[in-house]
């Protein structure tokens, strides 16, 4: 009983540990001043002027907008890579797994200066472009992660089966292999929306004048002063991936369920 409570006491003070700054955020993000340390009653004053923030807004737009085109097209370009990796042989199988591991595995301040380098060599304009281009580079790998248990999963002889009952190869990709994988699929477009809106290092080595993300627009913000803001900006940002979490859970756990795990 002793043992039980200690372990509880431990784990309790464990997420006390890692969740405390994000508390304290939440709860002073609707507090009636803008002193950090004096809580002087509710308000959901902080929210309201965040929509009013014109640069708020415009950067919501470019995050979204970057964040729904890189998880659509990093899905399809993994989607496909995925089912070329899967069929190739042995040797290349592991050699282009592994090639596909490095971006994942990559630290992200190497991979932001590396696409950066790109660009100015490719004489590119910095802007809306060469962020998408970036946010595109570091998802497809995840989507590439997410899809290739499903094709592993999935009984290779069902495409044989369909075209040699006279399906074409594109007709049994469209209605055989797609389906089939179809839940590695959204849960890697999920991922790669999701890693595109926390994004901060390459979306700021890559973006150019009058285009902004929220994660850069929240760094500006504390470099000209705190502003209880950037609490409620925080905290929306917070629950949305806190959100998308819970969904790609909820849809793993679904796909257990379905193997039988």
Known sequence: MVSRGLKRLY??????????????????SFNNSKSRGVWAGFTFKWYVELFKDAEILKALYYTLLVAVLSAIISTILGTFAAIGIYNMPGLSKKITLNLNYLPVLNPDIVTAVSLMALFRFLKMEFGLATMLLSHIVFCTPYVILSVLPKLKQMNKHLAEAAMDLGATPFYALRKVIIPEIMPGIITGCLMAFTLSIDDFVISFFNTGNNVSNLSIEIFSMSRRGINPVINALSTLMFVSLILLLLIINKRTEKNEMERGV
Do not use: E, K
């Not at 784990?11 to 002073?28: H, K, M, N």
């Open 11 to 28: 784990t309790f003070l464990i997420f006390l540990f890692l969740y405390a700054p994000i508390i304290v955020l939440i709860v002073f």
